[in-house]
């Protein structure tokens, strides 16, 4: 989801809701600066072509997510988080 409201792309989203999750770690990726640009304010069906020609993993997996609604991004909150107890875990 883009970080700045109101994205013509995104118009499902109110304000309320980008606020809630647009600034959230869960809907951010790591991508290049010229990448990023390059999404901007970009539709998901859109931002999912950059994704997937990503060569870090955690960007490219994003482009096999069929929609980027919240239930979509508690999702890649709870895989992250599995994800990130299991690589520090001690």
């Given at each position: 989801?883009p970080?700045s409201f109101?994205?013509?792309n995104?118009?499902?989203?109110d304000q309320?809701?980008h606020f809630k999750?647009?600034?959230?770690?869960w809907?951010?990726?790591i991508?290049?600066?010229?990448?990023?640009?390059?999404a901007?304010?970009?539709?998901f069906?859109d931002?999912k072509?950059i994704?997937?020609q990503?060569?870090i993993?955690?960007?490219?997996?994003?482009?096999e997510?069929?929609?980027?609604?919240?239930k979509?991004?508690e999702?890649?909150q709870n895989?992250l988080?599995?994800?990130?107890?299991?690589?520090?875990?001690?």
């Amino acid at each position: 989801m883009p970080k700045s409201f109101p994205s013509k792309n995104w118009p499902s989203y109110d304000q309320d809701m980008h606020f809630k999750f647009a600034l959230l770690l869960w809907n951010l990726t790591i991508m290049s600066s010229n990448e990023n640009k390059v999404a901007g304010q970009e539709s998901f069906a859109d931002k999912k072509k950059i994704y997937a020609q990503s060569q870090i993993k955690l960007t490219s997996e994003i482009a096999e997510i069929a929609t980027w609604q919240p239930k979509d991004i508690e999702k890649r909150q709870n895989d992250l988080a599995d994800l990130a107890v299991k690589r520090w875990s001690t």
